[in-house]
């Protein structure tokens, strides 16, 4: 499985974006897929994940209640929705996926499938 990443671009704070996670390769729709950003200086940290075994999906406190994880079988893409942006969430986002859960799902080493990641800018 490979992965790539779009969608990102400059949004206005309080507006929307949505991310795609695109996947080549068979059986996608069995993977676990987690979204992790980056901001300048900082280290990577997780945004949300999607269990699928379980049908269930995780956000960090930052993002709950504004972002949301979507699938697309048919078309083998996982989404990150984003609203309600604000200038804190400026940062490189970067979608990963490995194939079986782990409980340490936050934990960016876990992940050995990762997209080329996509630029947000939130302007305030």
């Known amino acids: 499985v490979q992965l790539q990443a779009s969608g990102g671009g400059l949004v206005q704070t309080g507006g929307s974006l949505r991310l795609s996670c695109a996947a080549s390769g068979r059986a996608f729709n069995t993977y676990q897929v987690v979204w992790f950003r980056q901001a300048p200086g900082k280290e990577r940290e997780f945004v949300g994940a999607?269990?699928?075994?379980?049908?269930?999906?995780y956000y960090a406190d930052t993002v709950k209640g504004r972002f949301t994880i979507s699938t697309d079988n048919a078309n083998n893409a996982v989404y990150l929705q984003m609203n309600s942006l604000k200038p804190e969430d400026t940062a490189v986002y970067y979608c990963a996926a490995r194939l079986n859960w782990n409980v340490d799902y936050r934990t960016p080493r876990h992940y050995d499938i990762w997209g080329q990641g996509t630029q947000v800018t939130v302007s305030s």
């Open positions: 999607l269990r699928r075994s379980m049908g269930r999906t």
